[in-house]
Protein backbone atom coordinates (compact mmCIF):
# COMPACT_ATOMS: atom_id res chain seq x y z
CA UNK A 1 0.00 0.00 0.00
CA UNK A 2 1.30 3.75 -0.48
CA UNK A 3 3.12 5.04 2.77
CA UNK A 4 4.85 8.58 2.90
CA UNK A 5 6.75 9.07 5.54
CA UNK A 6 8.30 12.27 6.57
CA UNK A 7 10.98 13.73 8.71
CA UNK A 8 13.39 16.58 9.39
CA UNK A 9 11.08 19.14 10.86
CA UNK A 10 11.85 20.66 14.42
CA UNK A 11 12.09 24.09 15.83
CA UNK A 12 14.72 27.00 14.62
CA UNK A 13 15.13 30.58 14.91
CA UNK A 14 13.90 33.21 12.08
CA UNK A 15 16.48 32.90 9.33
CA UNK A 16 17.29 29.34 10.05
CA UNK A 17 17.09 26.46 7.71
CA UNK A 18 15.87 22.42 7.63
CA UNK A 19 15.76 20.21 5.17
CA UNK A 20 12.40 17.62 5.00
CA UNK A 21 12.67 14.24 4.01
CA UNK A 22 9.36 11.79 2.96
CA UNK A 23 10.22 8.06 2.04
CA UNK A 24 7.71 6.64 0.03
CA UNK A 25 6.82 3.81 -0.70
CA UNK A 26 4.00 1.02 -1.97
CA UNK A 27 4.33 2.60 -5.42
CA UNK A 28 6.56 3.66 -8.28
CA UNK A 29 7.93 6.79 -7.05
CA UNK A 30 9.30 7.70 -10.69
CA UNK A 31 5.59 7.71 -12.27
CA UNK A 32 4.02 10.80 -10.16
CA UNK A 33 3.99 14.18 -9.37
CA UNK A 34 4.81 14.16 -5.63
CA UNK A 35 4.21 17.74 -3.47
CA UNK A 36 4.64 18.92 -0.07
CA UNK A 37 1.65 20.99 1.52
CA UNK A 38 1.63 22.48 5.14
CA UNK A 39 -0.97 23.61 7.88
CA UNK A 40 -0.79 25.77 10.17
CA UNK A 41 -3.62 25.50 13.48
CA UNK A 42 -6.89 26.88 12.55
CA UNK A 43 -5.89 27.61 8.53
CA UNK A 44 -6.83 25.16 5.32
CA UNK A 45 -3.89 23.02 4.35
CA UNK A 46 -1.61 24.54 1.58
CA UNK A 47 0.39 23.32 -1.33
CA UNK A 48 3.99 24.34 -1.05
CA UNK A 49 5.68 23.20 -3.61
CA UNK A 50 5.20 20.39 -6.10
CA UNK A 51 7.61 18.43 -8.47
CA UNK A 52 6.54 16.49 -11.63
CA UNK A 53 7.03 12.95 -12.16
CA UNK A 54 10.20 13.73 -14.39
CA UNK A 55 11.68 16.87 -12.47
CA UNK A 56 10.56 18.87 -15.79
CA UNK A 57 8.18 21.30 -14.13
CA UNK A 58 8.17 22.36 -10.21
CA UNK A 59 5.70 25.03 -8.59
CA UNK A 60 6.54 27.13 -5.55
CA UNK A 61 3.83 28.97 -3.63
CA UNK A 62 4.65 32.59 -3.62
CA UNK A 63 4.91 32.82 -0.20
CA UNK A 64 7.94 30.30 -0.16
CA UNK A 65 9.45 31.60 -3.86
CA UNK A 66 13.69 32.05 -3.77
CA UNK A 67 13.46 30.45 0.05
CA UNK A 68 12.37 26.60 -0.58
CA UNK A 69 13.67 24.13 -2.46
CA UNK A 70 11.57 20.59 -3.91
CA UNK A 71 13.63 17.69 -5.28
CA UNK A 72 13.25 14.16 -5.53
CA UNK A 73 15.40 11.24 -5.87
CA UNK A 74 13.12 8.40 -7.48
CA UNK A 75 16.55 6.15 -6.65
CA UNK A 76 16.07 6.22 -3.16
CA UNK A 77 12.13 7.15 -3.82
CA UNK A 78 12.43 10.08 -1.56
CA UNK A 79 11.17 13.84 -2.08
CA UNK A 80 12.81 16.46 -0.42
CA UNK A 81 12.49 19.98 1.33
CA UNK A 82 14.84 22.73 1.61
CA UNK A 83 13.54 25.36 3.34
CA UNK A 84 15.94 28.44 4.23
CA UNK A 85 15.76 31.92 5.28
CA UNK A 86 12.60 30.28 7.96
CA UNK A 87 9.72 32.99 9.18
CA UNK A 88 7.62 32.51 12.16
CA UNK A 89 4.57 32.33 9.38
CA UNK A 90 6.14 29.15 8.27
CA UNK A 91 5.36 27.17 11.34
CA UNK A 92 3.36 24.72 10.28
CA UNK A 93 3.01 20.65 10.10
CA UNK A 94 4.66 20.05 6.45
CA UNK A 95 2.72 16.99 4.64
CA UNK A 96 3.97 15.05 1.81
CA UNK A 97 1.58 13.91 -0.98
CA UNK A 98 0.91 11.92 -3.77
CA UNK A 99 -1.92 11.50 -6.03
CA UNK A 100 -2.98 8.30 -7.12
CA UNK A 101 -6.62 8.26 -8.17
CA UNK A 102 -6.63 9.93 -4.57
CA UNK A 103 -4.72 11.97 -2.71
CA UNK A 104 -2.09 10.02 -0.58
CA UNK A 105 -0.57 11.75 2.49
CA UNK A 106 2.02 11.25 5.47
CA UNK A 107 1.66 11.86 8.96
CA UNK A 108 3.12 15.05 8.76
CA UNK A 109 5.94 16.82 10.40
CA UNK A 110 5.96 19.70 12.52
CA UNK A 111 7.93 23.11 11.53
CA UNK A 112 8.02 25.25 14.41
CA UNK A 113 10.00 28.94 13.71
CA UNK A 114 10.10 31.15 16.60
CA UNK A 115 12.77 33.44 18.74
Known amino acids: ?6 SG ?5 PGGSLRLSCAASGFTTSAYNMGWYRQAPGREREMVAS ?5 DYIEYADSVKGRF ?6 GKKTLYLEMTSLKPEDTAMYYCQVRIGKNFWGQGTQVTVSS
Open 1 to 6: QVQLVE
Open 69 to 74: TISRDN
Open 51 to 55: ISAGV
Open 9 to 13: GGSVR
